[in-house]
């Protein structure tokens, strides 16, 4: 069954620490995995894409990176901020079927940057 | 400024009275789709669309009608919602279908509660 697992589910950290977030997948065949960011009461928004041949990703202070072997990804946040409170959602796409995209969505990791 | 736009943002209604959450992009984006989002379950795609007149279901449709009349525009219509529709709703849009370059361009939501 295609699946993508998140952990940890919540995790709360002080303002200017790193952490990382991670992501386990059992699609198949691949395509391609994102990382999206969720403010609360807003809609996801994109931060990082990569394919199976793609290691390492970064845009700022994220960093994300893939083991496609192991299955598995990671997002590495540097010193993180207050803004960085979000929960960060991983999704792997299948190859294109028809008319839509298949996305297997992970349940996401709510992470709270306490001052 | 490109975006989604949702309305309304929050709903509350009763059983069985019809309701539409409107959704449209100013970015000329083809794929549109709608999305549920409840907790422990993460977003589940409701319907899609690849273009005008072009409408699918998703994985959760039951419930749930759309339409594609223009291209710019993806209402959601629940025709007799039900307390179980009580959700977090989403509509996304991209450039096509699949593609490195398309990330999902989320709305803010609307948060429905039907009693």
């Known amino acids: 069954k295609n699946q993508v697992e998140q952990s940890p589910q919540s995790l709360i950290i002080l303002e200017g620490k790193n952490c990382t977030l991670q992501c386990n997948y059992t699609v198949s065949p691949f395509s391609n995995l994102r990382w999206y960011k969720q403010d609360t009461g807003r809609g996801p928004v994109s931060l990082t894409i990569m394919t199976f041949s793609e290691n390492t990703k970064s845009n700022g202070r994220y960093t994300a990176t893939l083991d496609a072997d192991t299955k598995q990804s990671s997002l590495h946040i540097t010193a993180s901020q207050l803004s960085d409170s979000a929960s960060y959602i991983c999704v792997v796409s299948l190859p294109s079927a028809g008319n839509n995209r298949k996305l297997i969505w992970g349940l996401g990791t709510s992470l709270a940057v306490n001052p | 400024e490109a975006q989604v736009t949702q309305n309304p943002r929050y709903l509350i209604t009763v059983t069985g009275k019809k309701l539409t959450v409107t959704c449209s992009q100013n970015?000329?984006?083809?794929?549109m789709s709608w999305y549920r989002q409840d907790p422990g379950l993460g977003l589940r795609q409701i319907y899609y669309?690849?273009?005008?007149?072009?409408?699918d279901k998703g994985d959760v449709p039951e419930g749930y009608k759309v339409s594609r009349k223009e291209k710019r525009n993806f209402p959601l219509i629940l025709e007799s919602p039900s307390p179980n529709q009580t959700s977090l709703y989403f509509c996304?849009?991209?450039?096509?279908?699949?593609?490195?370059?398309?990330?999902?361009?989320f709305g803010n939501g609307t948060r429905l509660t039907v009693t």
């Open positions: 669309s690849m273009n005008v007149e072009v409408t």
């Open positions: 996304a849009s991209s450039l096509s279908k699949t593609g490195y370059n398309s990330p999902l361009h």
């Open positions: 970015m000329n984006h083809e794929y």
